[in-house]
């Protein structure tokens, strides 16, 4: 059987997305990973390789996760392509039909949702085009040359120059949505739209099943005496009310039609123009009555715009009160992870920013001198003939904190998961310890300067050193932090590998992640 599944499904799977994300049972993270994508591919930075999906790839993100940042209700927004006016633009208009049968005749779209019928100003009003200087002799419309501005309830003109356009109004963005949700290509739509004040008057202006345009596909011929306006020519349907108002040129054709009552509850209709006095003339002039979205203009936005687009919004700054997003190294893949679970196992993850990786607090001559390289190996005898293997993300001289990272390279694989020949230290990984076995130690050797040791007295998530206080954003037990989330838990649902991002003190990275469905 012919099937499809329809854009309402898309537009509503958006919708239950976002909600998913506002019920309080849930929890979503954007997260940063990969400090080592050379590793994967010396052209990373020119051409980072597509994601894979496949369970062993999943475990690879979470083995090279180095933070995550929860996404809260206020970081969620369902979007549309962003289309700003321009003058000069010829742009569709919006027409209920659009169809491969009946194509957008600017565009060529398809479908409605896929033609230019909305734009975007300057003062980041949103509006949709219902008239664009279509007619029997320009069936392709014209150029717009009016800036629509206003926000007028009823569909109009935009200005003067006679461009044939009529605009309706429907929402402004606010400057709150423009910093989170605004991108070079998406723009949102408010939240909330059937409840929200701030779009009520717009909400409430609509009318289900009423009729805002008539087209003029013929305008036929000797159509009685010239110059004359015949109104309330009724609009006959399966709706009632709508009535529009002819005008009859010098030439017996018609000029123009505009709707007068805009009635209620159609699905289909026609222009009756013998019912309205119009002559029937040597050749019938023909119509062509637009429909209205379900509920009419402005009742439900999600519907009208296709808002099957959602954009997760997230920014990673520098926090000395939680220093869970290192600095000093790269990060080469961001995603976004649905329920993951505390260290523990036993919930949801719920805090707002949670460490991904080890920490050691190290002591010892010379360690606020001591260098560690980014991504080099550190390793620990935690036992006789036993040895943890990590690789560095960053080392801060003031605090003595080394963050590393253990992936399948620290346990005699490559990043493709093949076993090495004979590996210096067994294909078993291991954790660092402030309480190794017999034969084990304490020492960690940096890249540059003494040898230091883990400090297995400290236990704490804070340290004081000449009278300032320096929040570490984990907690130490005798001298080791472990991962705050529970690691390969919830469902990695989104990947973007990306060129590598070296984080510095001073940066903020705005991730804004776009799904579509």
Known sequence: MAAIITDQIRILNAKNFVAGITNESN???????????????????????????????????????????????SDVRQVVPRRIWSSGTTYDMYRHDYSRSNTAVVSGSTNLYNSNFYVLNSDYRVYICLQNGTNPENGSGRPSLDEPTFVDLEPRAAGTSGDGYVWKYLYTIKPSDIAKFDS?????????????????????????GSIKTVMIKNRGVGLGTANVTYTRVPIEGDGTGAECTITIDGDSKVDSVTVSSQGQDYTFGSVNFVGGGVPVGTTRPEFDVIMTPQGGHGADIYRELGAYNVLMYTRIESDNENPDFITGNQFARVGVVEN????????????????????????????????????????????TGLTAVGRVVNYDQNTG?????????????????????????????????????????????????????????????????????YYLGMDFSSGVASPEVKQHSGNIIYVDNRPSITRSSNQKEDIKVILQF
């Open 340 to 383: 993951p679970l505390s260290p523990a196992g036993g919930s949801v993850l719920t805090v707002d920013k949670a460490s991904a990786v080890t920490a050691l607090k190290l002591v010892g001559a010379g360690y606020s001198e001591a260098t560690f390289t980014a991504d080099s190996q550190v390793i620990q005898t935690v036992g």
């Open 27 to 73: 929890s979503y993270y954007s997260f940063i990973g990969l400090p080592n994508p050379s590793d994967y591919s010396s052209t990373w930075d020119d051409s980072p390789p597509s994601p894979k999906d496949n369970f062993d790839e999943e475990n690879d993100y979470w083995d090279t996760m180095i933070a995550l940042k929860r996404i809260n209700t």
């Open 401 to 469: 904190v080394l963050k590393l990272w253990q992936d399948r390279t620290s346990a005699g694989f490559t990043p493709a998961g093949i076993g090495m020949t004979n590996p210096t230290y067994g294909y078993v990984l291991r954790d660092f310890t402030g309480s190794p076995g017999s034969g084990g130690a304490l020492t960690i050797t940096p890249s540059t300067g003494l040898q230091l040791s883990i400090d297995s007295t400290f236990s704490d998530n804070k340290t004081t050193i000449n009278n300032r206080t």
């Open 184 to 208: 070079t290509e998406f723009m949102p739509v408010p939240t909330d739209w059937s409840t929200s004040n701030d779009t009520a008057l717009v909400r409430e202006n609509s009318v289900d």
